[in-house]
Structures are given as C-alpha cells and as structure tokens.
C-alpha cells in the first residue's frame, strides 16, 4: 500500500508570496495533521483535520490554513510569506479511530523562502 | 513550542553496543511515543506506551514512563549501523495524537 505522499518535494518563493502543499493520507486513513520542522528542531504541531473537520489547531498565525477533501486529501496554504518559514512541512495521517493512534508521515514538502 | 527535552543531543557509539535515550516532558498525557528520522525524510512510529504503562517492548526496543517523573527513556539494544538517525519523543496529551515533540537526540552507530 502507498504511504503518505506529500508534493511538491521542494518550493522555492520569495517573501510576501502564497504556497499550497498537498497530502495524500494512506487509503482508509481520515485524519491528517500537518506539523513544521524547522532545521535543527522537532516538528510542531500546526492543523489536525478529522472527516473534514478541524479538530486541533497549534500555535500559529492566521496566515496558515488547511481544508480537507472528502477524499481525505488536504491542502496547507500559506499566505505573506516570511523568511522564518523556511522549514520541512510534513503531513501525517492516522486511522482517526480510538485513543492515541500512531501517527504515519510522509517525506515532506521542503521550503525554501528568499 | 517544545513539550520537553531529549537527553543526550546527540550520542555517537558502535555496533553491537546499547544505546539510551531520555525524554522529559512538562504535562499530563494520554500516552508518549517514540519516532525515528533518517536525515530528510519524514518520521516513523516505532512505538507508543499509554500513561498506565511503564514498560513497553518491540523487537530490540525498550520504552519506559515514569508519568510521576514526566520522563521517558528508549533503549535499543544490539545497535547496528542502520539505526542512525534522529529519535523524537512525542506526547499526546489528548489522545487524539495532536503530538507536541521534543527537539530530539542524533544517534550515530559506527560499524
């Protein structure tokens, strides 16, 4: 079975421009989160959704946002760009059924801001 | 912002020797999990223990939690040179595995 796939690998913009990544949770999965790895750190936690529902939010600003699909694919946008986002946007998915379900992650969308 | 620490940073050993690493967390949690991370790629699971665990086995992992310390600690017996990597500890404090991870310890197994 596929895993998680996430595209594109790698962006390249410049401040003040809008990205959107996508992911592809692993078929039957219905919960995809998105964290943000900066060089150096562990991923934090930025959106759960959960049949299309948002379910967790972390600590960031306005500028980020998420949907999910009824296919349970999800899309993280990005908007006014800044240098401090440069990091590895990664996508996890979970079966979303009972307590603490392991969390499965893709390689990744690195971005790159200049 | 980071749940907690992993200790130590970084550890450097050979093949066939053990290797332990420490987590401390700030929170009450529904359970913990470990993860491994080969350089630019995305995260494995390699094992979660529930807040009424304390002691779980995989394979050549050993995880412990002492929920009245806040700690945890991942032990990997027999390391091979495969096991470089990257290791998080993550809390779940929900139980919705929204994880809060810690900044992680860099194992280098030399053959």
């Known amino acids: 079975d596929a895993g998680v796939t996430q595209s594109p690998t790698h962006l390249i913009k410049t401040r003040g421009q809008q990205v959107t990544l996508r992911c592809s949770p692993i078929?039957?999965?219905?919960?995809v989160s998105w964290y943000q790895q900066v060089l150096g750190q562990g991923p934090q936690f930025i959106f759960q959704y959960y049949e299309k529902e948002e379910r967790g939010r972390g600590n960031f600003p306005d500028r980020f946002s998420a949907r999910q699909f009824p296919n349970y694919s999800s899309e993280l946008n990005v908007n006014a760009l800044l240098l401090g986002d440069s990091a590895l946007y990664l996508c996890?998915?979970?079966?979303?059924?009972?307590?603490?379900?392991?969390?499965?992650f893709g390689d990744g969308t690195r971005l790159s801001i200049l | 912002s980071q749940q907690g620490e992993e200790d130590p940073q970084a550890l450097s050993i050979q093949e066939g020797e053990n290797a332990t690493m420490n987590c401390s967390y700030k929170?009450?949690?529904?359970?913990l999990q470990w993860y491994r991370q080969n350089s630019g790629r995305g995260l494995v699971h390699l094992i979660l223990?529930?807040?009424?665990?304390r002691e779980k086995h995989s394979g050549r992992l050993r995880v412990t939690l002492d929920t009245s310390k806040k700690s945890s600690s991942l032990l990997i017996t027999a390391s091979r040179a495969a096991d470089t990597a990257s290791y998080f500890c993550a809390t779940d404090a929900t139980g919705y595995s929204t994880l809060t991870f810690g900044k992680g310890t860099m194992l280098l197994v030399s053959p």
């Open positions: 929170t009450s949690i529904n359970n």
């Open positions: 078929s039957g999965h219905k919960s």
């Open positions: 223990i529930r807040s009424n665990e």
């Open positions: 996890a998915s979970s079966s979303g059924t009972g307590v603490g379900q392991p969390q499965h």
